[in-house]
T-cell receptor
Framework: DTGVSQDPRHKITKRGQNVTFRCDPI?????LYWYRQTLGQGPEFLTY????????KSRLLSDRFSAERPKGSFSTLEIQRTEQGDSAMYLC???????????FGSGTRLTVV | GESVGLHLPTLSVQEGDNSIINCAYS??????FIWYKQESGKGPQFIID?????DKRQGQRVTVLLNKTVKHLSLQIAATQPGDSAVYFC???????????FGQGTTLQVKP
């Protein structure tokens, strides 16, 4: 286990299509976070899980966005009916409960055309 | 409101010089602060952290200073190297929340 893995690294999709991203956290970490980052900006919090429970969702996470972590291990982030404004880097991170020294993955870069 | 900001978007330094990157935060309830480094095409990488009950913490070539009176955080990098070129973000955790809030970032450019 060498870190947080995200798949795919890049995704180009047409407006209106659905996309799904996967994150595999560090196996011992029970917290998993999703952030979104646009060019020149810092990461923005979307949501986080402790084990399989989704504990908080940002107002940024519209109804078109859904995240799951069904077995408390890997997580998926789905965006339905993508819009051009969804184009961004989607970052996943994991940590132990009570620790904020997140380990980030390399992200999935989404381009909506 | 809840925000973390950095004073300068770009900092250019000569190789071997010391670098100081600044950050202002607005939430008095923040109890934990982290500096991250992000290289192009990669996710943010943890550099150093500090709790609100401390005012200074040192790592290898890096020092973080926290001034709670003026809500200011700084990252000092000693003997800056070309490999230090990246975007640096400060992030804060507001007490009893489960998430970090990031600032906008400062780009550090190291000239050979």
């Amino acid at each position: 286990d060498t870190g947080v893995s995200q798949d795919p690294r890049h995704k180009i999709t047409k407006r209106g299509q659905n996309v799904t991203f996967r994150c595999d956290p560090i196996s011992e970490h029970n917290r998993l976070y999703w952030y979104r980052q646009t060019l020149g900006q810092g990461p923005e919090f979307l949501t986080y899980f402790q084990n399989e429970a989704q504990l908080e969702k940002s107002r940024l996470l519209s109804d078109r966005f859904s995240a799951e972590r069904p077995k408390g291990s890997f997580s998926t982030l789905e965006i339905q009916r993508t819009e051009q404004g969804d184009s961004a880097m989607y970052l996943c991170a994991s940590s132990f409960e009570g620790s904020y020294g997140y380990t980030f993955g390399s992200g999935t870069r989404l381009t909506v055309v | 409101g809840e925000s973390v900001g950095l004073h300068l978007p770009t900092l250019s330094v000569q190789e071997g010089d010391n670098s100081i990157i600044n950050c202002a935060y607005s939430n008095s309830a923040s109890d934990y602060f982290i500096w991250y480094k992000q290289e192009s095409g990669k996710g943010p990488q943890f550099i150093i952290d500090i709790r609100s009950n401390m005012d200074k913490r040192q790592g290898q070539r890096v020092t973080v200073l926290l001034n709670k009176t003026v809500k200011h955080l700084s990252l000092q990098i000693a003997a800056t190297q070309p490999g230090d070129s990246a975007v640096y973000f400060c992030a804060e955790n507001i007490s009893n929340t489960g998430k970090l809030i990031f600032g906008q970032g400062t780009t550090l450019q190291v000239k050979p």
